[in-house]
Each structure stands twice: as structure tokens, then as C-alpha cells.
């Protein structure tokens, strides 16, 4: 049978969709164990050698758990919310390169499920409409609980949407291109993104926490004030779709990180040593997942060292803090690109 393109990009959206999945499954694994070191217990160590078998122990619990909704609930959107969250995270994915193009019977076929000259856009509008799945199950819990959760998510991921897109147009600026897979092609050679926009990175990492919903900016579902947020009055595998939807946020985020900062699936030196493309391409993979590791590893690790800011803390540094250096960043970026036109005009 000839790999033609469909076939092959169909074998690629069905590879990429397990992986999401399997390495979300796996990351609650590795945040108990982390968080086990980190406090210096065993974690996890009964299901299977080194408690490997958790994650699937967890899924059949869920699966067994008795399936709840309230009787004062909007049925269908209380269906919908968790749903449309899990497919929001699951769509950001087909726009991220994963690695360099392999050659198969003299044809070559992209690593990327989709090259969208307009990449980054699509991604910032698929992650705004992960705003509604939280928003939606909040409110169609019927709990004031619920509500203010979901408010608080709406709001504070709403408010970090608008520093993390002013801190995408200096990478934008500098880069000249919105499709990602030219954003990690010219990152070849150890040019990383980093280097030439380290504020933007911090301010985009920053924000990226906030966009997931993770500890220190986890006051959607601070069980201090609010139980356990929007999804409090979720059982069964509806809640575990949000509890899946946030892993799936971290590993994409993670992506999309290395994808725009760390050069994606470029390694340096590397191409000195190795010429094959299919050899290329499958280093590349690995690079690009030892970096998202090293991503979902940061998320972790932040987690369970820094305690959640308050509310209001949480608010000002989005709006009074990271906005403003977003908009800082961007003039300073077009400063130094113009800084030749600039000289010229005072020598005048």
C-alpha cells in the first residue's frame, strides 16, 4: 500500500492524540512522585513495580465512581462544560512541528499535522474557548461555589490572555512569521528564540501557568475558599475530564514553549554528526519531548515550592505588572529593529 499524504496524516493525528493522552495520563504519576520527593515521601508504590501501574488504577476509579448530576443543574451544559474543555486542549496540538520532515519512498512528509501560516492566532483562539468549558461548568452547577469559581478562572485566565498575546508580537516582530513550524526552523543552530526575547519568555511562561490553572495561580479551585472550584459538584469521568483537560494544558503549553523559546526540535551540533533526514527527524522528536519533559517537570517543581498568591495579588501583577512590560518589551524590540533608521535620523 502507497503512504499517500492523507493516509500518512491520519496515522499522525491518531500518533499525536495517544501521545497527548498517554503523557497526561502519566504526568499525575510523575506530579505524585515529584511531590513525594519534594516532601520527602515514597509516593505511589503499590500498583505495580514503583506504583508504574497508578495512573490505570486512578482510571478505573473514576470509571467505577458513581455518576452524579444535580437535579438543580442545567443537565446539558453541565455535560458540555467538561467536554468542550478537553477538546479545546486536545486541539491545540495540531499546530505544533514536532520534528524535522522524514523521507519515506523518496517522498517527504511533515511532521506537523497542520502548517497554518496563521499558527499562532489559531492557537491563541483555541486556548481563548478553553475559557467556556470552565465558565460553562461553574455555572450550570447551580453552586455559588461552583460560580465563583468558574468566574475566577474566566477572569484571571481572560486577563493573562492579554500580556501572553502582547508577549507573543515582539516574537512576532522579530521572527516575521505567525506560523510555528518557520519559528522553529530558524532556530537551527543554537539561534534560540531565548537569547533574543528572555523578557518575553519569562512573561509568556508566567502566563502560561495562569492560562493552566496551576499552582502559584490556582485560585479557580482553592479548596480553602471555594471547596473545589468549578468542578466541585463534577464526579465520575466528568470530573476527571477537567482534572485531564489541565495535564493535556501543561504538556501543550510545555510544546508550544520550546517550540517559540527553545528552538523546538533543533538541537545544536547536532547536523555536524548526523546527515540521514529520517535520522534528523527522529533525534529531533526526541529533543523536542526531553524538552516538554523538562517543561512539565518545571510546572511541577513550581507547584510544590510556591505557595498560590491571593486573589488580588494574582490580579495586579497580570494587569499593573505583566502588561505593562509586555508593552515595554515591544518597544525596546522595535527600538533595537529599527536602531540602524534610528541612527541614521539623528546623524542627519
Known amino acids: 500500500m502507497v503512504l499517500t499524504p492523507i493516509i500518512f496524516k491520519i496515522i499522525l493525528v491518531l500518533c499525536v492524540f495517544g501521545i497527548t493522552l498517554l503523557v497526561a495520563t502519566y504526568s499525575t504519576y510523575a506530579e505524585r512522585k515529584i511531590a513525594a520527593f519534594l516532601?520527602?515521601?515514597?509516593?505511589?508504590?503499590?500498583?505495580?513495580?514503583?506504583?508504574?501501574?497508578?495512573?490505570?488504577?486512578d482510571a478505573v476509579k473514576m470509571f467505577m465512581k458513581e455518576e452524579m448530576i444535580p437535579t438543580v443543574?442545567?443537565?446539558?451544559?453541565?455535560?458540555l462544560g467538561p467536554a468542550l474543555a478537553l477538546l479545546t486542549a486536545c486541539m491545540t496540538g495540531v499546530v505544533i512541528p514536532w520534528g524535522k520532515s522524514l523521507i519515506i519512498g523518496g517522498h517527504e512528509y511533515s511532521l506537523q499535522i497542520t502548517d497554518l501560516n496563521i499558527g499562532i492566532l489559531y492557537l491563541f483562539g483555541v486556548v481563548s474557548l478553553g475559557v467556556y468549558g470552565i465558565m460553562i461548568g461553574g455555572w450550570a452547577s447551580n453552586n455559588k461555589y461552583s460560580l465563583l469559581g468558574g468566574i475566577r478562572a474566566s477572569s484571571q485566565m481572560i486577563s493573562y490572555e492579554v500580556a501572553m498575546g502582547l508577549s507573543i508580537i515582539a516574537l512576532v516582530m522579530t521572527t516575521g512569521t505567525l506560523s510555528l513550524?518557520?519559528?522553529?526552523?530558524?532556530q537551527h543552530g543554537g539561534h534560540w528564540n531565548f537569547f533574543i526575547q528572555p523578557l518575553g519568555c519569562l512573561i509568556f511562561i508566567i502566563c502560561a501557568f495562569a492560562e493552566t490553572n496551576?499552582?502559584?495561580f490556582d485560585l479557580a479551585e482553592c479548596e480553602t475558599e471555594l471547596i473545589g472550584g468549578y468542578h466541585t459538584e463534577y464526579s465520575s469521568m466528568k470530573l476527571g475530564?477537567?482534572?485531564?483537560a489541565e495535564y493535556i494544558n501543561m504538556f501543550i503549553s510545555?510544546?508550544?514553549?520550546?517550540t517559540f523559546y527553545f528552538g523546538g526540535y533543533n538541537m545544536p551540533f547536532v547536523g555536524r554528526f548526523v546527515h540521514d533526514p529520517n535520522w534528523l527527524a527522529v533525534l529531533g522528536i526526541v529533543f523536542m519531548f526531553a524538552k516538554i519533559s523538562f517543561g512539565i517537570?518545571?510546572?511541577?517543581?513550581?507547584?510544590?515550592?510556591?505557595?498560590?498568591?491571593?486573589y488580588d495579588q494574582l490580579m495586579?501583577?497580570?494587569?499593573?505588572?505583566?502588561?505593562?512590560?509586555?508593552?515595554?518589551?515591544?518597544?525596546?524590540t522595535g527600538v533595537f529593529m529599527m536602531r540602524h533608521e534610528i541612527m541614521a535620523y539623528f546623524v542627519k
Open 214 to 216: 496551576r499552582a502559584p
Open 241 to 244: 475530564f477537567f482534572l485531564f
Open 39 to 57: 516532601q520527602d515521601r515514597i509516593g505511589p508504590d503499590r500498583a505495580g513495580p514503583f506504583g508504574i501501574l497508578q495512573p490505570l488504577a
Open 316 to 332: 495586579n501583577l497580570g494587569w499593573k505588572v505583566l502588561i505593562p512590560l509586555s508593552i515595554l518589551n515591544i518597544v525596546v
Open 297 to 310: 517537570f518545571f510546572f511541577m517543581w513550581v507547584r510544590w515550592t510556591i505557595p498560590r498568591f491571593r
Open 254 to 258: 510545555s510544546a508550544v514553549i520550546a
Open 73 to 79: 443543574s442545567n443537565k446539558w451544559l453541565f455535560i
Open 181 to 186: 513550524k518557520d519559528i522553529a526552523a530558524a
